[in-house]
């Protein structure tokens, strides 16, 4: 493999949905973010460089408050996620505000990636064993150009909250463990020692603790950003008039599924995902982490 392999992690969101990066919510026991986490699992797994995708307005916001925690530590290098930067012949319609979603996060990246990598959110805990199969995936030979990606498939069990419904992708797959396909179910909760829920359709659906389902932590080869381009460009061509619409990863990968131009490896994981989808969440995953760090699997400060 002649690049080192990269965590991405897709933050230009971040800004927004927390009102401002110095209220990042700390959740560790000296103070640490879930970001932390995944930099340090990252790097414990055999990650050295981090590409931080995150707004060119935020960036000397970024630096200082969450960049210069890495640096040092591994090699770090940042990317824009630009409302503005669109195929040529394309515009921004009138009354748009935001970029155009995962998709183009990851296409925006082009520049700043140079090998396989792997990509996440940049406000989820994913637990090192994610990080672990995806970097030995992208390590196997032969995967370069041939459009095989895998994804972290997590025990749907091990993504629910104790606050509120869910809604997560259910993973489908083939006696090989390739993705078929992920359907979105929404109100997900524990019913008894099943999982029930209902499709976009309202269709009810029930599922074992174990089965799989994405959280957006996924291993690409550096021929995802091809495919990204032509279809960033057909998803404009149809949908780019909306203020609205958004170029979705999951919903990309699917289509070259569908096409037979990918193939993507589940690795299930028996790590437990941890995020605050509801406020009284922090709770639970701060005293989650403090079990961890109090078992010796984290250091107190991680860094």
């Not at 040529?88 to 183009?104: A, L, M, Y």
Request: glycine fraction near 14%; include cysteine.
């Amino acid at each position: 493999m002649s690049e080192a392999i990269s965590l991405l992690v897709m933050a230009a969101g971040m800004g927004s949905r927390y009102g401002g990066l110095k209220q990042l919510d700390p959740v560790g026991p000296a103070g640490e973010v879930l970001l932390d986490y995944a930099v340090y699992d990252a790097k414990q797994a055999g990650i050295s460089r981090v590409v931080f995708l995150i707004r060119k307005d935020l960036e000397a916001d970024f630096r200082k408050v969450i960049g210069k925690r890495y640096e040092g530590k591994l090699e770090v290098d940042y990317a824009f996620q630009e409302l503005h930067d669109l195929p040529q012949g394309f515009s921004v319609p009138e009354g748009r505000k935001k970029p155009w979603g995962t998709g183009q996060a990851i296409l925006a990246a082009r520049k700043a990636i140079r090998g396989p990598f792997v990509a996440i959110n940049a406000d989820d805990f994913y637990g090192r064993e994610s990080y672990q199969l995806l970097h030995k995936h992208l390590l196997l030979p032969g995967g370069e150009g041939s459009g095989e990606f895998a994804m972290a498939g997590f025990r749907l069990d091990q993504t629910l909250s104790d606050h509120g419904t869910v809604t997560r992708g259910v993973c489908v797959r083939d006696g090989k463990n390739f993705l078929v396909g992920v359907e979105e179910y929404f109100e997900l909760k524990k019913d008894g020692d099943k999982v029930s829920g209902k499709s976009a359709q309202g269709v009810r659906g029930e599922f074992k603790g174990d089965a799989p389902v994405s959280m957006n932590c996924w291993g690409f080869q550096p021929s995802i950003f091809t495919l990204l381009q032509e279809g960033f460009a057909n998803f404009l061509q149809k949908e780019g008039g909306s203020d609205k619409s958004e170029y979705l990863i999951p919903n990309a990968v699917g289509g070259w599924i569908t096409q037979g131009r990918a193939k993507v490896k589940v690795l299930p994981t028996a790590a437990k995902w941890a995020g605050m989808t509801y406020p009284e969440d922090k709770q639970l995953v701060a005293a989650y982490l403090r079990g961890l760090v109090g078992q010796g699997v984290y250091p107190d400060p991680l860094f």
